[in-house]
Every structure is written in C-alpha cells, then in structure tokens.
C-alpha cells in the first residue's frame, strides 16, 4: 500500500456529515457567547456548553472510528477469523474513547 503524501487530500465518505455536525456546534457555540455576553443565567449556559461538548465528541468519534474502518482496513489487508476477531474487538473499543 502506498501511503499517502502531506499534499495529497485525505477524505472519507463521512467527512461532509462531520463538517456539517461541526458547522452546527460553531453556530451553536457562538450562540453560547453571545448568552454570556447578554448575562444569561449560567445554568443554562453550562447546559448549552454541555450540548456543544457532545457534538464535538460526537464529531470527533465518528472521525476516528470512520478513520479505523478504511484505513486500518487498508493497512492489514485480509487476515484469518482470529486475527479479524481482534481488529475488530479494536475498533469497537473506540466507542469508548
């Protein structure tokens, strides 16, 4: 397998989803700013804070995991059920990241 170079574009299926997902945690942070900025209880500031938190970890684990999926896939090749096995119980483990 050649590896790919620095210049060349690294793209999944996935990356437009994730980009959409961010696009809305960068609106919704902003969002957040402007309610510290307009004195907004900080109860329901933490609370909007905590859902961008999640969105971006949810960005991110989808980028990781899409990443295992294709790329780890390209680097191992065919292997034999055992070994399958532990790739797998590798890329599941992820979720816990």
């Given amino acids: 397998m ?56 949810n960005a991110k684990r989808t980028l990781i995991q899409d990443h295992l999926d294709h790329c780890l896939e390209e680097t191992v090749g065919a292997l034999s059920r055992d070994k399958r096995q532990s790739i797998d119980e590798f890329k599941t483990i992820t979720k816990y990241l």
């Avoid at 210049?7 to 960068?26: D, G, Q, S």
């Avoid at 700013?33 to 307009?38: C, E, G, P």
């Fill in 2 to 57: 050649d590896m790919m170079s620095d210049n060349e574009p690294h793209t999944h299926a996935t990356h437009p989803e994730i980009v959409k997902r961010l696009k809305r945690a960068e609106g919704h942070l902003k969002s957040v700013i402007a309610m510290i900025d307009s004195g907004k209880p900080c109860l329901d500031i933490a609370q909007q804070l905590s859902a961008v938190e999640k969105a971006i970890v």
